[in-house]
């Protein structure tokens, strides 16, 4: 099955169509917020018929869980990308991880509220889920192989890995806001040494580690 774009452009092959909607709904989420976000304009904005989003999505919900399960999985590439120009060492590379987590969401705003502060992504998804638990697992990897003790058998390295997210999403979420002014208006570099080092204090070096 093809639907014909109303531009003129040649139609959508079936599997295309999905592609080309959540592009759509990206740059709608971005524009219009979650609260303005409809299958509507994100079918306009793709240039085809107001049905057929249907072919692939149930509603604005499932279309937005949808961009929310593939938000996670950019997320994750960004800390990776940070963390491949990081020193090899495992508490840099936990620094890196969370300067790429805060660049992901500086970048995507939109798209990093639907992944943590909206109702509407649907986290029973089996995609959605799949790919917030790697995320989540990332972290707590991380964690392990700074302690060398599995996080999820030891509550200690738990209680760890919620001090390392609740700090990185914490400045995140404010710079987001406009609330972290003086390192916003820093120099990228400078802000990212400054970051570096507020994200180094939640792993403290302790006589063990040495």
Request: proline share 5%.
């Amino acid at each position: 099955m093809e639907e014909k774009r109303k531009t003129g452009r040649p139609p959508y092959h079936h599997g295309d169509l999905r592609h080309a909607l959540l592009e759509a709904a990206e740059k709608e989420l971005a524009d219009k917020g979650i609260e303005g976000f409809t299958l509507r304009g994100c079918a306009k904005r793709a240039g085809v018929s107001h049905a057929a989003p249907a072919h692939h999505f149930r509603d604005a919900n499932g279309l937005l869980t949808a961009l929310a399960a593939l938000g996670f999985e950019r997320f994750l590439s960004c800390q990776k990308a940070r963390q491949a120009g990081a020193p090899q060492d495992p508490r840099s590379q936990l620094v890196a991880s969370g300067l790429g987590y805060i660049d992901f969401a500086l970048a995507n705003p939109a798209l990093f509220r639907l992944m943590f502060a909206s109702g509407r992504a649907d986290f029973a998804s089996v995609d959605l889920a799949r790919n917030a638990d790697a995320a989540f697992d990332y972290l707590v990897k991380g964690v392990e192989t700074i302690r060398g003790r599995d996080p999820y058998r030891d509550a200690a390295g738990m209680l760890e890995v919620m001090a390392t997210w609740g700090l990185t999403h914490g400045l995140a979420d404010l710079m987001l806001s406009g609330r972290m002014k003086p390192l916003l208006a820093m120099p990228v570099a400078a802000r990212d040494a400054a970051l570096s080092e507020i994200i180094g204090r939640a792993f403290p070096e302790r006589p063990d580690d040495r």
